[in-house]
């Protein structure tokens, strides 16, 4: 139980261009959903929070206008990265918070690598 | 403010030896603690997590961690590594972050490898 899917896996785009990351519970419930970021060696860092139906809950220094978070149902959260540039390229992973099974494990997506050209 | 340090940047054992990785946290109240494998390219997995009780928690394939308050560490071991273990280990503070939701707060992570 608890699989968080993200998709897709790997994406390649040109400068400019909007990329949607999708992120799905399978078998559970999520009333929120979070997005990291991860660089080449480094920890990640949490970007958002996003609760099913309310506006998501950015932390400090994330624009956003540029990464746009949509958590239109309990096993649904998109990550759209409008116009990207290649200082976007990173490793963006999702996480679901199972609120029936354990309010306060954080169940993790396998990640999807965004290059920017 | 929050915060979490894995003193060990890389690590190396050999396969069958015992492993101990560091971790160290900051947090004012009882904290939620957590350790997450990531292997190359995944996503990150829940090895165990500490909330209260039993200071030491058993987790998935054979790890375990020891929740030391006087220490502020939540060290994690494994008695007998194995070449599959070599990957890449975080371990994560929870704090409260708006309602029942905690936000978990990483440090910089351990990579494993293991020698034959």
């Known amino acids: 139980g608890a699989v968080v899917s993200q998709h897709p896996s790997r994406v390649i785009c040109k400068s400019g261009t909007s990329v949607k990351i999708e992120c799905r519970s399978l078998d559970f419930q999520a009333t929120t959903m979070f997005w990291y970021r991860q660089f080449p060696k480094q920890s990640l860092m949490l970007m958002a929070t996003s609760n099913e139906g309310s506006k998501a809950t950015y932390e400090q220094g994330v624009e956003k206008d540029k990464f746009l978070i949509n958590h239109a149902s309990l096993t649904l959260s998109t990550l759209t990265v409008t116009s990207a540039h290649p200082e976007d390229s990173s490793f963006y992973i999702c996480?679901?918070?199972?609120?029936?099974?354990?309010?306060?494990?954080?169940?993790f997506g396998p990640g999807t690598r965004l290059t920017v050209l | 403010a929050q915060s979490v340090t894995q003193p060990d940047i890389h690590i190396t054992v050999s396969e069958g030896a015992s492993l101990e990785l560091r971790c160290n946290y900051s947090y004012g109240a009882t904290p939620y603690l957590f350790w997450y494998v990531q292997s190359p390219g995944q996503g990150l997995q829940l090895l165990l997590k500490y909330f209260s009780g039993d200071t030491l928690v058993q987790g998935i394939k054979g790890f375990e961690a020891e929740f030391k308050r006087s220490q502020s560490s939540f060290n994690l071991r494994k008695p007998s590594v194995h070449w599959s273990d070599a990957a890449e280990y975080f371990c994560?503070?929870?704090?409260?972050?708006?309602?029942?939701?905690?936000?978990?707060?990483f440090g910089t992570g351990t990579l494993l490898a293991v020698q034959p």
């Open positions: 994560a503070v929870g704090v409260p972050y708006g309602g029942a939701t905690n936000k978990l707060i």
């Open positions: 996480s679901a918070r199972a609120g029936t099974i354990n309010t306060d494990t954080q169940y």
